[in-house]
T-cell receptor, first 110, second 114 residues
Framework: NAGVTQTPKFQVLKTGQSMTLQCAQD?????MYWYRQDPGMGLRLIYY???????DKGEVPNGYNVSRLNKREFSLRLESAAPSQTSVYFC?????????FGSGTRLTVV | AQSVTQLGSHVSVSEGALVLLRCNYS??????LFWYVQYPNQGLQLLLK??????LVKGINGFEAEFKKSETSFHLTKPSAHMSDAAEYFC????????????FGKGTRLHILP
């Protein structure tokens, strides 16, 4: 089915470990986004990419890096995971006027 | 800067009763407005969106919302609640330009009472 695919769905990391969250969309959208969702906080934008080859910081970028590998793929990297990064991470893509979301990655840092 | 305020982190209604979820926005430029729904352990799904056409917007599952510029509001309503409407609802705002990143409210969890 067309849409946004995130991998992995679940991950447990130890403090200080690194990992990359993968996101791919097959809808030919230009813009892609990474959000984190925490209880009572709604969704907060980490990074976004308005087009292939460009990335910009969102509201909460500290501790994260991103790569827009091509038009389809937008990855999020945690270089040295911290317990404060325990969250559910959502990738989204957009042609304009509204997003399509992936199903999320639930990350726990212990 | 843009922001969204959702009044009430939890709302409970009886099955068959009116659903009203409140959203107020702040934007220095004409906004686009959205409502998303999130069912447990799932991603967010677009319910409806306002993009400067009709001020009364109809969405999926019988929901609708009215854009009121004078009140800076975009409240979500449904005439008759169903058990399947139990979920978390997010109001969101973006600007009318190429940089279309969306700012989300903190969400309202809707509980349906039998």
């Amino acid at each position: 089915n067309a849409g946004v695919t995130q991998t992995p769905k679940f991950q447990v990391l130890k403090t200080g470990q690194s990992m990359t969250l993968q996101c791919a969309q097959d809808m030919n959208h230009n813009s892609m986004y990474w959000y984190r969702q925490d209880p009572g906080m709604g969704l907060r934008l980490i990074y976004y990419s308005a087009s292939e080859g460009t990335t910009d910081k969102g509201e909460v970028p500290n501790g994260y890096n991103v790569s827009r590998l091509n038009k389809r793929e937008f990855s999020l990297r945690l270089e040295s995971a911290a317990p404060s990064q325990t969250s559910v991470y959502f990738c989204a893509s957009s042609p304009q006027y509204g997003y399509t979301f992936g199903s999320g990655t639930r990350l726990t840092v212990v | 800067a843009q922001s969204v305020t959702q009044l009430g982190s939890h709302v409970s209604v009886s099955e068959g009763a009116l659903v009203l979820l409140r959203c107020n926005y702040s934007s220095s430029v004409p906004p686009y407005l959205f409502w998303y729904v999130q069912y447990p352990n799932q991603g967010l799904q677009l319910l409806l969106k306002y993009t400067s056409a009709a001020t009364l917007v109809k969405g999926i599952n019988g929901f609708e919302a009215e854009f009121k510029k004078s009140e800076t509001s975009f409240h979500l309503t449904k005439p008759s609640a169903h058990m399947s409407d139990a979920a978390e609802y997010f109001c969101a705002v973006s600007r009318m330009n190429r940089d279309d990143k969306i700012i989300f409210g903190k969400g309202t969890r809707l509980h349906i009472l039998p």
